[in-house]
Every structure is written in C-alpha cells, then in structure tokens.
C-alpha cells in the first residue's frame, strides 16, 4: 500500500503489486495485519557458537532428531533475553510456555538429562500453568534472577560457560552444558510506513495502539481500520487468531450496514466563520477532520468523530460546534440554572 485517504465505509487505496504496476481500490474497512517475527539480539553471545541457540532452534532440533541418538547430558536456559528491557520493554507472552514444552520435551526423550532454566518470572496463562507444574514434577530446575544481576556467560572453549547466582542455595553456580538455549521472543514487523499511511499512533515498542485496550481491543482510533494479532501487541498463536475473528466480524458489522451509525454528539462546522486555518484538523485525535478537495472546506467525518471537543477547543473564530452546545445556549443554561 502506498496510499490510502477516505474514511470508514469509503476508502480509496493505491496498491504496488509485485511486477511494478500500481493499482487503486475502494473499500469500506482496512485490517491491519502484518505480523511479526523473532526478535533479533545479541544477548549472552547469541551467534557466537553453535551451541548457544534459540528456543526456535532448539524446537527444529527436537523435531528433527531421533529419540536415543547423541543424548545432550545438560541444558540451561535463559528467559527474556534481550526482550523486557529499554527498547524491547516488554513481555512476548510466548517465552515461557515455548521454553517448558521444549524442556519437556528434552527430558521425554532423554530422562537422565540435567535442564536448568534461569527465569525472572514464568508467565504461564491459564491452562498453561500445568506446564511449570509438569516441569518441576518431571526435575527441571529453575533459578531465578534479578534483572540487575543477570547470568554472565563466557565462551571457554567448545562449550558456553554460565555464572548465576542459585538464591536456594545462597552461593555462585557455574554450568558447562551441551546447549545454551535463549528465549529471545517476538518482534513486530516494521509498521512505522504503515501507522503513517493511515494517520495511526504507534506506542512505545512499535505496535500498532489500539482505541482501548478492554472495550475497543482490534480497533484504532481512526474509524474502519481495525488490527490485530502481532501488529498490534505480543500474543500466541491461538490468540492472533482469536483477534482475527474479532477485526473480521467488526468489519462485517461495518459493511453489512446500509449506512455508518454516528455517535448522538459529534462536531460540526458554520462554514461562515471557518477561516480555513486547519487548526482543527491536527488537533482531532480521531482523524476526523479532513479538507475537502473540491470545496476547499473544512470538514467533519461524522463516522469517525467521538464529539471529545480538541476541535472547538483550539478553532480560533468558535467556527466549530460540538453537538448543541453552542456558547450563548450553555450560558442561558448555566443562567437559568442560577
């Protein structure tokens, strides 16, 4: 997509398709859902040995290798590397569940194994809590750590050697295993080109803000555009999915109505005092404020507008007026009141 203007119930868009050509559509609802992939890092020497990997690596090894062949005698793993700290300040909610069903599996295939995991919390949601009980049942080990006071790890020779601090036992550990294994969690994809295109805020780590998080999850503050899934938080699998039925049942509700419900209050403009400043139309946090080609006016998406006020409060002739509330009337209002 390389442009894209209109407002809900009626967008235009021009796409450049892979051979070069450029095309332009008109549809009502735009879903944003572009996705996410590992989070890239170099924390604790990732890249630097074959034997320190990822919990995605360690997961095609499992699945590639037969049970009973060169049996690895110990494993440690190291949750949030690179993730829950500035730049990538929070939690990929798949670390965990990832690493215990990975050190499950370690130990169904080769029971005498030693599997520590070095965790500064284990974020297991729901049902997935049975995992950490299994783990602990089945002998894994888990070491906690402070964020301040992470493990080092030191390359010596063919194997990675990890230094933590094991607060059960009140002293230093060291460890020489076969595999280090990082938990390095989820990224999104660049949205930056995306946000812009469509007038959307990003937040702090890159996706996509929602209009409310509990009330207005898969929508955005701009009217008809919707995201879900990794564009617009770190989730599972089974969640993304989830948020898709929700971004597509909304946009069905969209555009199976024969026209766009406004809200009781909204804005509108007397054209004969707007001096066509455009003050208003940055201050609208709704993106609804638009200058019209063709009239050269100032105008109000009434699909899009919430009636906040941003606009009638920064218009400089009180060309704007939010619902009814005109300044003479609320004065006779607060008269009649006294």
């Known amino acids: 997509v390389i442009a894209s203007e209109g407002r809900c119930g009626a967008f235009t868009s021009r796409v450049r398709l892979a051979d070069g050509r450029e095309i332009v559509l008109e549809h009502g609802v735009v879903i944003i859902a572009t996705g996410g992939r590992q989070a890239r890092t170099e924390a604790y020497g990732l890249g630097t040995s074959p034997r320190i990997i990822t919990q995605f690596e360690l997961e095609k090894i499992l699945a590639d290798r037969p049970e009973g062949q060169d049996a690895p005698g110990q494993v440690v793993m190291i949750q949030c590397a690179g993730s829950r700290r500035q730049g990538r300040n929070y939690c990929s909610r798949i670390c965990c569940p990832k690493a215990l069903e990975n050190a499950l599996q370690l130990k169904k295939m080769w029971p005498q194994i030693e599997v520590y995991i070095f965790y500064r919390d284990i974020m297991t949601e729901g049902p997935l809590e049975s995992l950490y009980n299994q783990a602990r049942r089945s002998g894994i080990l888990f070491l906690p750590f402070n964020p301040d006071n992470p493990p080092q790890v030191e390359a010596d020779g063919e194997r990675p050697v990890i230094r933590g601090h094991d607060p059960y036992l009140g002293r230093e550990v060291t460890f020489r295993p076969d595999y280090l294994v990082l938990s390095t969690g989820l990224e999104p994809n660049p949205t930056a080109e995306t946000a812009t295109l469509l007038g ?139």
């Open 200 to 338: 959307l805020e990003l937040n702090g780590d890159g996706f996509i803000l929602e209009a409310d998080y509990k009330w207005r999850p898969v929508e955005t503050n701009r009217a008809g555009v919707l995201v879900c899934g990794l564009a617009r938080a770190p989730v599972r699998a089974d969640m993304a999915v989830t948020q898709g039925a929700a971004a597509a049942q909304r946009a069905l509700e969209i555009l199976k109505s024969v026209r766009i419900e406004t809200n009781r209050v909204t804005a509108r403009i007397r054209p004969s005092l707007c001096s066509r400043c455009e003050t208003c139309i940055p201050a609208c946090p709704y993106g609804a404020r638009f200058l019209d080609d063709e009239s050269g006016l100032v105008m109000v998406d009434v699909g899009a507008c919430q009636g906040c006020g941003s606009c009638a409060a920064v218009c400089p002739n009180k060309a704007t007026i939010v619902g009814d509330f005109e300044d003479g009337g609320i004065m006779d209002a607060i008269e009649a009141a006294l």
